[in-house]
């Protein structure tokens, strides 16, 4: 059964600096791409960033250079390091498989203050 658990998210001020987890079960890191999601307020979620079976990342324009995605495959857990975050980067964070399972965990609120 696939399931997603996000964590560590919190309010910070423009600047500042997150480290998302996500505990994930029923997902084959090994054979699949994993990647964080967000959705602000009023907006569709979108990715945020990618890492491949093999490690390799990728990132979305808007947070490359702050953001730092890695996993550990024998854990199963996906994680996220956010720096020199802005107001924009305000939303519910969550972490799926690329293209995503279907199935969304209830995400971590990222609130960030200017």
């Known amino acids: 059964q696939v399931q997603m658990v996000e964590s560590g998210g919190g309010l910070v001020q423009a600047g500042g600096s997150l480290r998302l987890s996500c505990a994930t079960g029923?997902?084959?890191?090994?054979?699949?791409?994993m990647g964080w999601y967000r959705q602000a307020p009023g907006k569709q979620r979108e990715w945020v960033a990618a890492i491949s079976s093999g490690g390799a990342t990728n990132y979305a324009d808007s947070v490359r250079g702050r953001f730092t995605i890695s996993k550990d495959n024998v854990e199963q857990s996906l994680y996220l390091q956010m720096k020199r975050l802005k107001p924009e980067d305000t939303a519910v964070y969550y972490c799926?498989?690329?293209?995503?399972?279907?199935?969304w965990g209830q995400g971590t609120q990222v609130t960030v203050s200017s």
């Open positions: 799926n498989s690329i293209p995503d399972t279907g199935t």
């Open positions: 029923g997902i084959a890191y090994k054979l699949n791409t």
